[in-house]
Nanobody, 117 residues
Framework: VQLVESGGGLVQPGGSLRLSCAAS????????MSWYRQAPGQEREFVAA????????NYAGSVKGRFTISRDNAKSTVYLQMNSLKPEDTAVYYC???????????WGQGTQVTVSS
C-alpha cells in the first residue's frame, strides 16, 4: 500500500497550489479520501474529505471557499486545489485513505507547503 503526495512547495500569499496523492495497493474507489495538515508545533488537523460512494465533500471552516478536493478513481488519485493561500496555510499536508467497513486507514508521507513572501 502506498499513498504518495506531490505538488507542495513555496508560494506567495494569494497564490495557488495543487496537491496530488497517488494511491496504489488497495481498492481506491472504495475508500473515503481526505487531506490533513500539520504545522510546526501543532497537532495534525483535518482539511478536506471526499466520499467513496457519494463523492460528498467536507471542508474545515478555515479553508472553505478557498480549497477544493476532488478525486479521479480511474487514476487512483485525489487532489487538493488550494487558492488564495495564506501564511497560516503553511504546513505539511498529508493524504489519508479510510475504509468505513473495516476502519482500515492509510497515510501518505506528506508534502510541505510554505506560504511566504
Amino acid at each position: 500500500v502506498q499513498l504518495v503526495e506531490s505538488g507542495g512547495g513555496l508560494v506567495q500569499p494569494g497564490g495557488s497550489l495543487r496537491l496530488s496523492c497517488a494511491a496504489s495497493g488497495f481498492s481506491f474507489s472504495n475508500y473515503d479520501m481526505s487531506w490533513y495538515r500539520q504545522a510546526p508545533g501543532q497537532e495534525r488537523e483535518f482539511v478536506a474529505a471526499i466520499g467513496s460512494i457519494s463523492g460528498g465533500k467536507n471542508y474545515a471552516g478555515s479553508v472553505k471557499g478557498r480549497f477544493t478536493i476532488s478525486r479521479d478513481n480511474a487514476k487512483s488519485t485525489v487532489y487538493l486545489q488550494m487558492n488564495s493561500l495564506k501564511p497560516e496555510d503553511t504546513a505539511v499536508y498529508y493524504c489519508r485513505a479510510y475504509y468505513y467497513l473495516t476502519s482500515r486507514n492509510y497515510w501518505g508521507q506528506g508534502t510541505q507547503v510554505t506560504v511566504s513572501s
